[in-house]
């Protein structure tokens, strides 16, 4: 993707909000900040290094508060998380989801951002986005062309059809409420208020740090739990910087996803670009979605999800 994809429109306001963890390198948001100028965005950072409390942004209120000023700021239309890390699920509880739904800004995160995601969704019905944060994708030294490209494209136009190639795949035809992100914060939220009903989805999961095993055993739980039958497809993204050894006897990533695709008659498809990974897209977390998967290719078909006034 390039410029010529997309057109950000001119004064377009970024609120900096950090809903979970501090940066661990400030000069990762200065170059975030320095980034989004240079793209012509005015950008309102909430979240002020003085005020960060053991491993958050600050004390649970303070983030609140961050994520509802910003919400309320008329010159703000969108709000994008400064880092994941943990600190969501503490503030759940006190966050005003109809307020910020109703705010009309597009929310935008991923990792810990997902219990946002899920909850925003369960509450409201309202469309967010799992999408590039400050510190990890704008501010990194070296910032992937394809996230932050993607990231613009599809919140200036109002569909985006998405292509990925990869091997063996199941071929189907799917349509239903795009859903997901992070697999652990998934699994978290399960049997909270939180987490959303979801029938006949296409549900996307990533995960970072997390061996087989474990990813298998979240899967269980969901398979357990009955979320993964009723979905129509389930999209694995990235799931990296685990560690095998010897004792693992040959069970690895590809043995688990057999074992699970061989126990869950929901289809199964591989090589979604999503996660803790430099080159991701963007995903309208309950949106509709039309999928379509070939031996080699699956296509993702996104539309009514909000988008940039022009």
Same mark, same amino acid.
């Given at each position: 993707?390039?410029? @010529?994809?997309?057109?950000?429109?001119?004064?377009?306001?970024?609120?900096?909000?950090?809903?979970? =963890?501090?940066?661990?390198?400030?000069?990762?948001?200065?170059?975030?900040?320095?980034?989004?100028?240079?793209?012509?965005?005015? +950008?309102?950072?909430? #979240?002020?290094?003085?005020?960060?409390?053991?491993?958050? *942004? $600050?004390?649970?209120?303070?983030?609140?508060?961050?994520?509802?000023?910003?919400?309320?700021?008329?010159? %703000?239309?969108?709000?994008?998380?400064?880092? $994941?890390?943990?600190?969501?699920?503490?503030?759940?509880?006190?966050?005003?989801?109809?307020?910020? @739904?109703?705010? =009309?800004?597009?929310? %935008?995160?991923?990792?810990?951002? !997902?219990?946002?995601?899920?909850?925003?969704?369960?509450?409201?019905?309202?469309?967010?986005?799992?999408?590039?944060?400050?510190?990890?994708?704008? *501010?990194?030294?070296?910032?992937?062309?394809?996230?932050?490209?993607?990231?613009?494209?599809?919140? !200036?136009?109002? =569909?985006?059809?998405?292509?990925?190639?990869?091997?063996?795949?199941?071929?189907?035809?799917?349509?239903?409420?795009?859903? *997901?992100?992070?697999?652990?914060?998934?699994?978290?939220?399960?049997?909270?208020? #939180?987490?959303?009903?979801?029938?006949?989805?296409?549900?996307?999961?990533?995960? +970072?740090?997390?061996?087989?095993?474990?990813?298998?055993?979240?899967?269980?739980?969901?398979?357990?739990?009955?979320?993964?039958?009723?979905?129509?497809?389930?999209?694995?993204?990235?799931?990296?910087?685990?560690?095998?050894?010897?004792?693992?006897?040959? #069970?690895?990533?590809?043995?688990?996803?057999?074992?699970?695709?061989?126990?869950?008659?929901?289809?199964?498809? !591989?090589?979604?670009?999503?996660?803790?990974?430099?080159?991701?897209?963007?995903?309208?977390? $309950?949106?509709?979605?039309?999928?379509?998967?070939?031996?080699? !290719?699956?296509?993702?078909?996104?539309?009514? #999800?909000? +988008?940039?006034?022009?």
């Amino acid at each position: 993707m390039s410029q @010529a994809d997309f057109v950000i429109p001119p004064g377009t306001g970024i609120a900096i909000v950090a809903p979970g =963890g501090y940066p661990p390198d400030e000069a990762a948001l200065a170059r975030g900040i320095k980034r989004l100028e240079q793209q012509n965005c005015l +950008v309102h950072n909430y #979240y002020d290094p003085a005020d960060k409390y053991q491993r958050f *942004g $600050g004390i649970d209120m303070a983030r609140v508060a961050q994520l509802h000023a910003a919400a309320d700021d008329p010159d %703000v239309q969108i709000v994008m998380a400064l880092r $994941g890390g943990y600190g969501l699920s503490r503030i759940l509880p006190m966050l005003d989801f109809d307020f910020l @739904a109703n705010s =009309g800004k597009l929310f %935008v995160g991923y990792s810990d951002f !997902t219990v946002f995601h899920m909850a925003l969704l369960a509450a409201t019905g309202k469309v967010s986005f799992a999408g590039p944060m400050v510190c990890g994708d704008f *501010g990194c030294e070296r910032p992937s062309d394809y996230t932050l490209s993607h990231f613009w494209q599809i919140l !200036t136009r109002p =569909g985006l059809t998405l292509m990925a190639h990869t091997p063996n795949n199941p071929c189907i035809e799917a349509e239903g409420v795009l859903w *997901g992100g992070n697999l652990a914060m998934l699994t978290h939220l399960l049997g909270s208020p #939180y987490f959303p009903r979801i029938e006949g989805g296409i549900l996307f999961i990533e995960d +970072v740090n997390e061996h087989p095993y474990r990813i298998e055993r979240m899967l269980v739980q969901l398979l357990h739990a009955g979320v993964l039958a009723r979905q129509q497809a389930i999209l694995l993204g990235d799931f990296s910087a685990y560690r095998l050894s010897e004792y693992d006897n040959g #069970y690895d990533f590809n043995a688990m996803l057999a074992y699970i695709r061989s126990r869950v008659a929901t289809p199964i498809l !591989t090589g979604l670009p999503f996660g803790h990974c430099a080159d991701k897209l963007t995903l309208p977390v $309950g949106s509709r979605a039309q999928l379509v998967s070939e031996k080699n !290719t699956f296509r993702l078909q996104l539309a009514e #999800y909000p +988008v940039l006034a022009g």
